[in-house]
């Protein structure tokens, strides 16, 4: 992630042509990593909730990944108004 996030700020910076960061081998890079952040949000929820479901745990992970979610979304809208995060994939975890 960190890698694909640096040829990105370079790309933005203007030190990498543009497209970079969206062609080739580093999109299948970009989808690989949000890929398995989505799988290890699932393992996480199997392993902490694998005996049943406990709703204040799960209530309480909800609105913390759903603040920042929303942390995300309004700290970009603040920054870059034309365009900002509005889903991405906090959005999706939560």
Known sequence: MGLFHLVYDLEMFGHL???TAV???WRILSY???GS???LAGVSLQLAHGQGLRW???LRR???ITGAAGLVSLGTWVMFPASF???GIL???A
């Open 17 to 19: 042509p543009p497209g």
């Open 23 to 25: 062609t080739g081998g």
């Open 32 to 34: 690989a990593v949000a």
């Open 37 to 39: 952040f989505l799988f």
């Open 56 to 58: 204040r745990a799960y």
């Open 62 to 64: 909800l609105l913390t």
């Open 85 to 87: 995060v509005y889903f």
């Open 91 to 93: 959005h999706s975890i």
